[in-house]
């Protein structure tokens, strides 16, 4: 009886490990990241945020760029913009950028 119920419970064990462990991979949640562009060139793309955060990104084949701007050369520091990447990726990889439109001056 106890080699049964033991062989149970490793089996249990080991199942609830593989399932932890292929969820954590397969569902890379995607972060946010907004604020201001201070730098782009090439494939890289460097925002800073209010925190006073500065984090760069890449650009990939799977970038893609919607909102007031439509592609990444059109993309200038000044630029407001909200980047979704994952946590898993080193160096981080910038999926989709939405660029802001400008903030309008409000008139007194």
Known sequence: MRKISGGIAL?????AALALILSSEASAEFREF?????????DKLVIDNRRGDRVSFRRSEATSVTGAKKRWRAIEAGDRVSV??????VPRVAYKIVVMPPKRKSHE
């Open 11 to 15: 089996r249990v064990l080991i199942g």
């Open 34 to 42: 907004s604020g201001k562009v201070a730098k782009i060139s090439g």
């Open 84 to 89: 979704s990447w994952k946590m898993v990726d």
